[in-house]
C-alpha cells in the first residue's frame, strides 16, 4: 500500500530563516500533491497544490516542490514567523476520482 | 459561515453507546468527504460521497460504522456500540469536484467533532 512519511520530529527554527519540511513517498507517484496547515484542535486547511508534470509552485511565502524521481515534495516557507507554527500535513490525490491520502504531519516552530 | 459545519464539536459517550455526527457541507459541494484523527496522526480517510452516493468506503470502517447522505446535501456518520478506540476526531470536507478533468480535488475541511469515549 502507498506510504507517505514526513518528518516525525518536530521542527524548531528561527524567526526569519526559511523552514524546509520533507514529504516521501513509495511506491507510483500521484496526479497531485498538496500541503495542509492544521493548528491544535482545528480542521486542516488547503495551502498549495502541485501537479506531477509541474517541478515547482509559488504562493507568497510558500514554495512546493515535486520530484517524481526522488518521490519527493519539499514544502519551503521563507522569511519564517512565529504565526507559521503549525502542524503541516503532505496529501496525495492519485487521479481527481480517488481519495486524498495524508501523511503524519510534521510540526513547525518558529521562535522568536 | 459558509464553511463546512460539524455538529456536535464536542461529544463524551460510554462505551457500548450509539453515536452520530452531522456535516454540513459547503453549499454546491457534491462531494463530501469523513475521515478520522487521532493525537500525533494524519487525517485517516473513512468514506467519500459524490452526490448521494457513497463511492468509497475504507477497509478500516468497520460494520459498526455506517455514513450516510441522503439528499446530496449534509450528512451523517453514525458510530454503533462504541468502544474506547474509537475516541478521535472526526472530520468531514468538502470540494467542489466538477469532473474527472478538472484538477486539484482541494478539499475544505470543517472543525471536526471531537468523541471521548469513556
Known amino acids: 500500500s502507498q506510504k507517505i512519511e514526513q518528518n516525525s520530529e518536530a521542527l524548531n527554527i528561527q524567526e526569519g530563516k526559511t523552514a524546509t519540511l520533507t514529504c516521501n513517498y513509495t511506491?507510483?507517484?500521484?496526479?497531485?500533491l498538496q500541503w495542509y496547515r492544521q493548528d491544535p484542535g482545528r480542521g486542516p486547511v488547503f495551502l498549495l497544490l502541485i501537479r506531477e508534470n509541474e517541478k515547482e509552485k509559488r504562493k507568497e511565502r510558500l514554495k512546493v516542490t515535486f520530484d517524481t524521481t526522488l518521490k519527493q515534495s519539499l514544502f519551503h516557507i521563507t522569511a519564517s514567523q512565529p504565526a507559521d507554527s503549525a502542524t503541516y500535513l503532505c496529501?496525495?490525490?492519485?487521479?481527481?476520482?480517488?481519495?486524498?491520502?495524508f501523511g503524519s504531519g510534521t510540526r513547525l516552530s518558529i521562535r522568536p | 459561515d459558509t464553511g463546512v459545519s460539524q455538529d456536535p464539536r464536542h461529544k463524551i459517550t460510554k462505551r457500548g453507546q450509539n453515536v452520530t455526527f452531522r456535516c454540513d457541507p459547503i453549499?454546491?459541494?457534491?462531494?463530501l468527504y469523513w475521515y478520522r484523527q487521532t493525537l500525533g496522526q494524519g487525517p485517516e480517510f473513512l468514506t467519500y460521497f459524490q452526490n448521494e452516493a457513497q463511492l468509497e468506503k475504507s477497509r478500516l470502517l468497520s460494520d459498526r460504522f455506517s455514513a450516510e447522505r441522503p439528499k446530496g446535501s449534509f450528512s451523517t456518520l453514525e458510530i454503533q456500540r462504541t468502544e474506547q478506540g474509537d475516541s478521535a476526531m472526526y472530520l468531514c470536507a468538502s470540494s467542489p469536484f466538477r469532473d474527472k478533468n478538472s484538477s486539484g480535488n482541494t478539499i475544505y475541511f470543517g472543525e471536526g467533532s471531537w468523541l471521548t469515549v469513556v
Open positions: 453549499s454546491e459541494h457534491n462531494r
Open positions: 511506491n507510483y507517484s500521484p496526479a497531485y
Open positions: 496529501a496525495l490525490v492519485y487521479s481527481s476520482a480517488s481519495k486524498i491520502i
